[in-house]
C-alpha cells in the first residue's frame, strides 16, 4: 500500500492570493494512498524542507507530492530532500500550481478547483512512480568555442587559463569579429586595434588553444561532456602551415576588383588576401569565386611568387572530428540589411552609410587611411547627419522589435571624434530617445553635447533625397521646437539595428538549443542562469544572446568560460535516469523511433526470441543508449506497438494523470 | 477630453494610438507639414489625450493629402493618415458641416484639374 504525503506551498503571496492552499492541501488529504496533506508558506525553504524530510520520516512515506512551483525551479530541492532522508528522488512528484495556475488566473475559486486537479494528477502519477537510480558518464576535457570574435576569445582565454583545451572555430579567415573591424572604443576612446589585436596573438601563441580559421561546424552529436562535433575546414587554396604571411601573393595578384568585406566594400581587395594587417592566423586565402586560376585555369601568379610553396590550387574541404565536454555559443551579430528603407536612400546614394561603414571610413587602416571623406568624390564632409533607430524598435514588418542598445554611445562617440578631429564639420544626431545606462556612459554622452557641441535633435528623420548638385537633403522632424527640418547635409549615417548572425539559426538546430523570435540565443534563466543555454553543457558568450556592447560582451564572455570550466574540471557527470527503454517482446522492428529520435540513441539489432511453439527467430527490434538518450519521448509517441516507454513518464503513468484530470 | 468621441475616432480609424512611441518619423516626412497646423505626430497625441474638438476645429484636417507616407514609414506601424481621416470624418459628418458643395465645384474647375481629384475631394469632404 502506497504511503503518500501531500505538501502545498503558499509561495508567500504568489500562489496564496489566488489558490486557496488550505482548501488544496484538504482536497488532496482524501486521495487514495495520501496520509499526510500539509500547507506551509515558503516550502522551499529551510523550514519548509524539514516539514517534508520530516514527514517522510514520521509517515514512512513510500512517494511525496510538492505543490508548488515549476519543476525547473525546485524539483531538484525536493529530490535532494527526500534523497537525504533515504527516499529515492524520483519518487517526488511537483504539481505546478504556479506558473501554470495563480499566476494565470485571476479567481480565486477557479484557480483553487484547478489547483485540486493539478495535485490530483501528480498523486495519480506517483502512485505509478519506480525507484530510479542515475548512472554517471565521463567528462571530455576540451571545450569548442564556436565564434571567435571578442567573445569568443576571451571565453577561450579564460577556459585555456584553467588549463583545459579550447577550440576556436571561426568562419572567416581570420579571428577578431566585428572588434577588429571599430576604430574606437566608447566610452574611454582607446584604439580598439591596441586592446584586441595583442588578446588575438595571445588566443594564437597560447598552447591550450588551437584556432580553426576559414572552418564551420557540421555536425554536433552526443550530449552534456560528450560531445562529437565536426568541423568543417573550408579549402583556403593555401597551405596554413606553409604560409608564412609575407603577403607576396597579395601583391602580385592580377585580380584586384574584389569587394573588400573588412572594410565593409567600401574599397577592394584582391581574389587572394590577407584580412587586415594584424589578422590571426596570418595566412592568405583564395577567394574561388574571384581567382582565376580556380575559375578558369589560367593565371597561377601566385604559386610562382610564393617562395614557401604555401599556394594549393587543388585544396579541398576537410572534415575533422573531435570530442568536447562543452560547447561556447560565440557566433555574434551583423547589422541588418538596408535594403527596404527606402526613405533613407542608403542604395542610391554612397554618402548614405552605416555606423560600421563609417567606422572604416574613419579607420587609420580603413580606406581612406583614417581621413573622413565622402564615398563618392573623396571631399571632406562639412555636414553630417546621424540617424538613430534605423530598424530597431520596430514592429514586426517594418523591422526588429527590440532596442540594438549600442547604437546611442557609438554614435555619441562618432560625433565626437568628427568635432574633434575636424571642428568645421556640423554634426546632427536625429534621436528618439539618447539611452545611456552604463558606468560613465550618460557624462560620455553629456560630453558630445556640452563640450563638443553636437546637434542632438529629438525627432525622426522621416526623407533623405540625394541632390543633383551632390549634397543630401535630410527632411526631418524637430518634436521640441514643433518644425520640419531640412538639412543640407554631406553626409548621412544610420544606425542599423543589429541581428544575430545568420549562421546561428541552424547552428541552434544542430545543439538543439531554443532561440527566441529574433533568433537571440535564449538563456536558461533570464536572471539566475544568464550565460547558460537550456541544453546542459552549452553555453552563451557575447552579441549571441542579445545586443552587447564589448565590456559587456567581455564580461558574460568570462562567465560563460567559468560555467564552462566548472564542468570540465568534473571527472564525470550524473547522467539523468529518465531515458527511454524498448520493451522486446512488443517491438515490431518498424524503425519508427529510430527515425524521430533527435540524438541518435536508438540502433536496431537482430535478437533471437524463443517463440510460443518451442521454435527461436530472429527478430529485428530497438535498442536505446542510455547514455545518449536525453528523454524527450518523441519516441514513445512515435512507436505504434507501444514498446517504447519512458522512465519517470511512462504511458501508464501520463495516462493516470490524465484520469485524474478527467474525472 | 470627449470620451465618446476618441471611442469614435479610435473605431473608425482601427489605429492603436498607444503602438506611437513618439519618434516624429510621420511629421518628418509629412509633405503637407507647414500648411498644417497640428502635425501628424499631434494627431496622435490629441487623440490618445481625448483632445479631439481641437483637431476637429483645426483647418489641419483638410490639409492632409492622404499621401499615406506616415502610414508607410511609421516604424511601430500606428497609421496617423487613418487618425486624421478619421477625426476628418467626424467632423464632416455632423450636420451642416460639409467642407465642400456641388455649387462651389464650377468655380474651381480649371482645364488641368482631373475629374477623379473632384470625385475624391468629395469623398474626403463631404457626406
Redesign the interface.
Known amino acids: 500500500m502506497q504511503r503518500i504525503g501531500v505538501f502545498v506551498c503558499h509561495c508567500g503571496t504568489n500562489i496564496a492570493a489566488t489558490v486557496d492552499v488550505k482548501a488544496v492541501a484538504e482536497a488532496l488529504s482524501h486521495e487514495p494512498g495520501v496520509v499526510i496533506s500539509q500547507d506551509y508558506q515558503y516550502m522551499c525553504s529551510e523550514s519548509g524542507q524539514n516539514l517534508v524530510k520530516d514527514a517522510i520520516k514520521e509517515h514512512k512515506l513510500t512517494g511525496v507530492v510538492v505543490c508548488s512551483c515549476s519543476p525547473r525551479m525546485h524539483e531538484n530541492t525536493f529530490r535532494k530532500a527526500a534523497a537525504s532522508v533515504g527516499l529515492n528522488p524520483y519518487l517526488v512528484e511537483i504539481a505546478n500550481i504556479r506558473e501554470q495556475c495563480s499566476w494565470i488566473h485571476k479567481d480565486i475559486a477557479t484557480a483553487t478547483d484547478k489547483a485540486v486537479i493539478l495535485g490530483k494528477a501528480a498523486v495519480a502519477k506517483v502512485h505509478l512512480n519506480a525507484p530510479l537510480t542515475a548512472g554517471e558518464s565521463p567528462v571530455a576535457k576540451r571545450a569548442l568555442v564556436i565564434g571567435g570574435g571578442i567573445a569568443g576569445i576571451q571565453t577561450a582565454l579564460d577556459i585555456a587559463e584553467a588549463g583545459f583545451d579550447v577550440d576556436i572555430v571561426e568562419k572567416k579567415s581570420t579571428i577578431g569579429g566585428k572588434m577588429a573591424q571599430i576604430d574606437k572604443t566608447f566610452p574611454t576612446l582607446d584604439c580598439a586595434a591596441c586592446i584586441l589585436t595583442p588578446k588575438m596573438v595571445e588566443a594564437s601563441q597560447n598552447e591550450h588553444i588551437t584556432i580553426h580559421s576559414f572552418s564551420e561546424v557540421s555536425e554536433v552529436k552526443g550530449f552534456v561532456g560528450n560531445f562529437t562535433v565536426t568541423i568543417k575546414k573550408k579549402a583556403r587554396y593555401v597551405d596554413e602551415v606553409k604560409c608564412t604571411g609575407c603577403g607576396a601573393c597579395v601583391e602580385k595578384c592580377p585580380m584586384k576588383k574584389v569587394p573588400n568585406e573588412f572594410n565593409e566594400g567600401l574599397d577592394n581587395r584582391h581574389a587572394v588576401y590577407i584580412p587586415f594587417a594584424q589578422a590571426v592566423p596570418k595566412v592568405a586565402t583564395i577567394d574561388p569565386n574571384y581567382c582565376m586560376m580556380l575559375k578558369n585555369g589560367k593565371c597561377g601568379i601566385c604559386s610562382k611568387v610564393c617562395t614557401a610553396g604555401a599556394i594549393d590550387y587543388k585544396q579541398q574541404d576537410r572534415f575533422i572530428e573531435q570530442k568536447y565536454g562543452a560547447i561556447i555559443v560565440a557566433t555574434g551579430f551583423n547589422p541588418i540589411n538596408l535594403d527596404k528603407y527606402d526613405?533613407f536612400a542608403y542604395n542610391q546614394c554612397p554618402d548614405v552609410v552605416t555606423s560600421l561603414e563609417l567606422e572604416r571610413l574613419m579607420n587609420a587602416a580603413g580606406p581612406n587611411g583614417g581621413t573622413l571623406l565622402r564615398p563618392s568624390d573623396k571631399t571632406h564632409p562639412h555636414t553630417i547627419v546621424f540617424v538613430q533607430?534605423v530598424g530597431s524598435?520596430?514592429?514586426d514588418?517594418?523591422?526588429k522589435p527590440y532596442c540594438s542598445k549600442i547604437c546611442c554611445m557609438y554614435t555619441a562617440k562618432h560625433a565626437m571624434l568628427i568635432r574633434e578631429k575636424y571642428p568645421d564639420t556640423e554634426v546632427y544626431v536625429f534621436y528618439?530617445d539618447v539611452r545611456t545606462p552604463g558606468k560613465n556612459f550618460d557624462e560620455f554622452y553629456r560630453r558630445a553635447v556640452e563640450q563638443y557641441n553636437v546637434h542632438y535633435i529629438?525627432?525622426?528623420?522621416?526623407?533623405v533625397t540625394p541632390k543633383s548638385d551632390g549634397k543630401i537633403d535630410v527632411?526631418?522632424?524637430d518634436?521640441l521646437s514643433?518644425e520640419?527640418l531640412h538639412i543640407n547635409a554631406d553626409m548621412v549615417v544610420l544606425a542599423a539595428a543589429i541581428e544575430p548572425d545568420k549562421t546561428a539559426r541552424p547552428l541552434a538546430t544542430m545543439l538543439t538549443t531554443q532561440m527566441d523570435t529574433n533568433d537571440f540565443f535564449t538563456e536558461a534563466h533570464p536572471k539566475l542562469r544568464p550565460v547558460e543555454s537550456a541544453t546542459a553543457g552549452i553555453f552563451l558568450s557575447g552579441a549571441c544572446q542579445g545586443p552587447k556592447d564589448i565590456p559587456e560582451t567581455v564580461a558574460q564572455a568570462s562567465a560563460a568560460a567559468a560555467k564552462a570550466i566548472g564542468l570540465l574540471v568534473k571527472n564525470s557527470i550524473t547522467c539523468n535516469p529518465c531515458v527511454a527503454h524498448s520493451d522486446e517482446l512488443l517491438c515490431n522492428g518498424c524503425s519508427s523511433c529510430e527515425k524521430v529520435c533527435p540524438y541518435g540513441a536508438i540502433t536496431y539489432q537482430d535478437k533471437e526470441f524463443r517463440m510460443p511453439d518451442r521454435t527461436t527467430a530472429i527478430r529485428r527490434v530497438a535498442s536505446v543508449n542510455p547514455a545518449v538518450c536525453q528523454g524527450c519521448g518523441a519516441c514513445t509517441v512515435a512507436c505504434p506497438s507501444g514498446a517504447m516507454d519512458l522512465n519517470g513518464f511512462s504511458n501508464s503513468q501520463i495516462m493516470a494523470e490524465v484520469d485524474a484530470i478527467c474525472k | 477630453m470627449n470620451k465618446n468621441l476618441k471611442e469614435q475616432v479610435l473605431r473608425s480609424s482601427g489605429v492603436n494610438v498607444l503602438?506611437c512611441?513618439?519618434?516624429?518619423?510621420?511629421?518628418?516626412?509629412?509633405p503637407s507639414?507647414?500648411e498644417m497646423e497640428y502635425?501628424p505626430?499631434?494627431f496622435v497625441y490629441m487623440v490618445e489625450k481625448g483632445d479631439i474638438d481641437t483637431l476637429m476645429n483645426s483647418n489641419s484636417v483638410y490639409k492632409c493629402l492622404t499621401c499615406f507616407?506616415c502610414v508607410?514609414?511609421?516604424?511601430?506601424?500606428v497609421e496617423p493618415a487613418k487618425v486624421v481621416e478619421a477625426v476628418r470624418l467626424a467632423a464632416v459628418r455632423q450636420q451642416g458641416s460639409n467642407h465642400l458643395s456641388p455649387v462651389q465645384i464650377p468655380d474651381m474647375l480649371d482645364e488641368d484639374l482631373p475629374q477623379q481629384a473632384i470625385v475624391t475631394a468629395f469623398r474626403k469632404y463631404a457626406k
Open positions: 526613405e533607430c524598435r520596430c514592429d514588418e517594418k523591422g528618439i529629438k525627432g525622426m528623420v522621416g526623407k527632411q526631418a522632424s518634436l514643433n520640419q | 503602438k512611441m513618439r519618434c516624429g518619423k510621420c511629421s518628418g516626412t509629412c507639414y507647414d502635425h505626430h499631434q507616407a508607410e514609414r511609421c516604424p511601430r506601424g
